[in-house]
C-alpha cells in the first residue's frame, strides 16, 4: 500500500492544548510548545472505525495523507484483529476495522481484507457483534442519567438512531459490504433474534438473566405497541441532550466513539451543511494521532493535563527542576495548567445530567470539559508544589481558585468513601446486572482516590475546611482498607493493575502515617510487591490482570511497572533497599543512547478488557523513580 513521507508531518498546537497532525508540503515548518505534553493515547481498535465510519455517512472528507495512513495503521495492527491493542481476536474488532479499511478504499481483495473476512464469517459474521456494534434498543428501568457516564453518552446517540430508524444512504460499496460481512443475506436477518446473539469470544460481561429478559420484553410489548406521541417527545428529548453534549465541550464530546453518532445524529436533524455538522468535523482532528504504526484515534483528545501534571510533580521530587533549563520548562507547565483549569460549571449543567466542574481539572483539555477527580488532585498538587518551589514562584492560580479545586474533591466523596471519577456514584451496583455493554466489566460504577491532594493542601492551607478534609480523609482511608485484598495488594483501573493501584495506595497511606514501619497493611502491601519480582530485578505484570482479577506475571519486565513498584515501596518507607537497588540497574540498562526508553507492553486499561497506550508513562515514571531512589538510597545509607 501507498503512504506517506513520515518527515513531513507536524503537530499543530492551538488553544488550551488543542493538537491536530497535519501534513505539509514545507517541511521546514515548525509550531513552538505552549508548555502542555503532547503524546499518543491509543489503544482501542473501536476508536479509528467510528471516526472512519461517521465520516462516510456524513460526507466529511479526509485527506489523502489521512487516509493513507489510517490504513496504514489498520494493516499493522491487522493481528491480532481484536478490540484494543494486544487483545485477542474478537467478532466486534474484525467487524469494525474490516469495514473501515473498505471504506478508505481497500479492495476487498486484498490480503488483509480476505483474512479478516474470512475470520468474521467464522465467529458469526457482523450479526455476532456486542452491542457496540450494533443499533439495537436497550432499555433499562432506571433513568439513564444514574448510569456510568461512557456508557450513557454512547447509548444516547445509539437510541436517537434507532427510534428514527436511521439508516445511511445506500451505496455500491455499502451493497458490497451488506454481502461480504453476513453469513447470511442482509434482507433475511431476523434483526430482534440478534440482540442475545454475541459471539462467545466477545463476551466479558454476559447479559444476566434479568437482562434477556429486558430484550424479550423490548420486543414484545414496546416495540409491539408504539405511542407515537410518547415517541416523538422521547426523541426530542435525546436530540437535545445530543445538542447539549456537544455544546458543553465545544463538539468534543466525552470521546470519539460517541462525538461521532453525535455527529450522526446532527447530520440526520439539521442537514449535512448545517453548522453542528461542520463543528463536528473541524473538531474530528483533535482525536487523530499519528504513530509510527499510522494514524490512529484517540481515547480523547488527548492526555495533555494527565502527562503535564505527572511530569511538573517528576521535575520537583527529584529535584531535577531547580536546574535554570528545567525551572523555565516547569514554569511554561504552570502557565499550561492555570489555562488549563476549569474556572465555571458546564453550560447545560443539571438538564445534561452534569457534575460540577467549577475547579476542576479534565483529562485532556478545559475545552473537553469533564472532571475527573484524579486529574484534578493530580494537577493540583503539581499547582501548589509549582507555586511554593522557590521564592519568586508566579502565583498564577489564586487561592480562591484553588479553594474551588478542594471544594470540588471534597464534593465527589461517595457514601462508601471513596470517590467518583467522573461524578457522584448515582446508581446501587446491582445495575451491573443490567450492563448492555458485554465487551466491558464495572462500567456502571467507579472509585478514585484523592487522599494525596488533600493532605499536600493542608501542607499548605493548614486552616482551610480543615475538619471535613480531615472527616473526608479519614473516611477514604477506611475505604482504602477495606480494598485492600487479602493478598495485600489493590486492584487498579485505567493502569495495569496491581502494581499500579498498590503505588498509589501506598502513597496515601504514606501521607496519612501509615508505613512499613507501623502498619500490618502497609507490610503486607510491600511483601506482595516483593513476590513478584523477577530475576534480573524488575517487574513485569499482564494486561490480563484486570480481566482475570488475579496477578498475571508478564513474559518479560517492564520498565514502567518496575518504577511504579520501586516507588511503592520508597513510599512505603521499605528499610531495605537492595530490591529498589536491583528495580534502578534494571531500568538504567534499557535506557537507550539518545536518553530515551523503548516502548514496551501497554501500561494502560479501562474496565478490565480494554488496554490504553501511554507512552510518556516510560519516560515520566523512570525519570521519577530514579530521582526519588537515588535520594531514598543516599538517605539510608548515609
Known amino acids: 500500500m501507498a503512504s506517506t513521507k513520515t518527515d513531513h508531518w507536524r503537530l499543530k498546537l492551538g488553544p488550551g492544548g488543542s493538537h491536530s497532525w497535519v501534513y505539509l508540503a ?43 495512513e489510517m490504513i496504514r495503521y489498520l494493516l499493522n495492527t ?58 439495537l434498543p436497550s432499555w433499562l428501568p432506571f433513568h439513564p442519567g444514574r448510569w456510568w457516564i461512557h456508557t450513557r453518552v454512547v447509548f444516547l446517540p445509539m437510541s436517537y438512531l ?28 431476523d434483526w430482534p433474534a440478534q440482540c442475545n446473539n454475541i459471539a462467545e469470544g466477545d463476551i466479558y460481561a454476559p447479559h444476566s438473566r434479568l437482562m434477556d429478559s429486558m430484550n424479550l420484553f423490548m420486543k414484545g410489548t414496546i416495540e409491539a405497541c408504539p405511542f407515537p406521541p410518547l415517541q416523538r417527545r422521547a426523541v426530542d428529548h ?63 483528545n488527548g492526555s495533555q493535563l494527565w502527562d503535564t501534571a505527572f511530569v511538573a510533580q517528576a521535575l520537583i521530587e527529584t529535584g531535577l527542576v531547580d536546574t535554570d533549563e528545567n525551572k523555565a520548562s516547569a514554569l511554561k507547565m504552570l502557565e499550561w495548567i492555570d489555562e488549563a483549569q476549569i474556572r465555571e460549571n458546564p453550560k447545560h449543567h443539571h438538564t445534561a445530567y452534569r ?48 479553594f474551588d479545586a478542594v471544594n470540588l474533591l471534597l464534593s465527589m466523596q461517595c ?24 465487551v466491558f466489566g464495572d462500567t456502571m460504577t467507579e472509585h478514585t482516590s484523592v487522599i494525596t491532594a488533600l493532605r499536600i493542601f493542608q501542607q499548605y492551607y493548614a486552616d482551610y475546611r480543615k475538619k471535613d478534609i480531615d472527616r473526608t480523609v479519614a473516611r477514604a482511608i ?36 501509615e508505613t512499613y514501619a507501623n502498619s500490618k497493611r502497609v507490610k503486607r502491601a510491600c511483601e506482595f510487591l516483593l513476590s513478584k519480582q523477577m530475576s534480573d530485578g524488575g517487574w513485569g505484570e499482564s494486561w490480563k490482570s484486570c480481566e482475570e482479577e488475579t496477578y498475571v506475571q508478564h513474559e518479560e519486565s517492564q520498565v514502567v511497572q518496575t518504577s511504579w513498584a520501586a516507588m511503592a515501596l520508597m513510599y512505603a518507607r521499605y528499610p531495605d533497599t537492595t530490591p529498589i537497588k536491583r528495580a534502578v540497574t534494571l531500568v538504567r540498562s ?41 535520594k531514598y538510597i543516599e538517605g539510608k545509607e548515609g
Open 162 to 189: 434507532y427510534r428514527v430508524r436511521f439508516q445511511a444512504a445506500e451505496t455500491p460499496l455499502t451493497l458490497a459490504l451488506r454481502k461480504e460481512m453476513y453469513k447470511t443475506p442482509y434482507d433475511s436477518i
Open 78 to 135: 491487522a493481528h491480532p484483529s481484536g478490540c484494543h491493542v494486544g487483545g485477542v481476536t474478537t467478532c466486534l474488532g474484525t467487524v469494525l476495522n474490516y469495514a473501515s479499511l473498505r471504506l478508505l478504499g481497500v479492495d476487498a481483495e486484498h490480503p488483509a481484507a480476505v483474512k479478516a473476512r474470512t475470520t468474521l464469517l467464522k465467529l458469526g459474521g457482523t450479526a455476532a457483534a456486542p452491542s457496540w456494534g450494533k443499533l
Open 415 to 438: 457514601s462508601d468513601g471513596g470517590f467518583g471519577a467522573y461524578e457522584l456514584t448515582r446508581a446501587p451496583k446491582f445495575l451491573e446486572s443490567l450492563n448492555s455493554a458485554e
Open 238 to 300: 435525546v436530540y437535545e441532550l445530543i445538542c447539549m453534549e456537544d455544546e458543553n465541550t465545544n463538539f468534543q464530546d466525552l470521546a470519539p466513539v460517541s462525538k461521532m453518532m453525535n455527529m450522526i445524529c446532527r447530520m440526520h436533524r439539521d442537514g449535512r451543511d448545517s453548522e453542528a455538522v461542520a463543528r463536528h468535523a473541524a473538531a474530528r482532528a483533535d482525536v487523530m494521532w499519528l504513530t509510527r504504526d499510522g494514524m490512529l484515534v484517540t481515547g480523547t
Open 26 to 68: 514545507d517541511e521546514d515548518s515548525r509550531w513552538q510548545p505552549d508548555g502542555h505534553f503532547a503524546g499518543e493515547y491509543g489503544g482501542p481498535m473501536f476508536l479509528l472505525p467510528g471516526v472512519v465510519i461517521g465520516s462516510y455517512i456524513t460526507g466529511a472528507p479526509f485527506t489523502t495523507e489521512q487516509r493513507l
Open 355 to 402: 457534575q460540577a466542574s467549577k475547579g476542576a481539572w479534565a483529562f485532556s483539555t478545559k475545552e473537553q470539559g469533564y472532571t475527573l477527580t484524579d486529574c484534578t488532585s493530580e494537577a493540583l498538587k503539581a499547582v501548589l508544589f509549582l507555586q511554593n518551589r522557590w521564592h519568586d514562584s508566579p502565583k498564577l492560580i489564586s487561592d480562591a481558585r484553588i
Open 590 to 630: 534499557r535506557q537507550l543512547p539518545d536518553g530515551q526508553w523503548p516502548q514496551e507492553a501497554v501500561e494502560g486499561i479501562f474496565n478490565k478488557t480494554c488496554t490504553i497506550v501511554y507512552p510518556n508513562s516510560k519516560l515520566i515514571f523512570t525519570v521519577w523513580m530514579l530521582g526519588l531512589a537515588h
Open 478 to 513: 477506611k475505604y482504602l482498607h477495606g480494598q485492600q485484598r487479602a493478598d495485600g495488594s489493590w486492584y487498579g483501573t485505567w493502569g495495569i493493575c496491581f502494581t499500579y493501584a498498590t503505588m498509589f495506595a501506598l502513597e496515601s497511606l504514606g501521607l496519612a502515617g
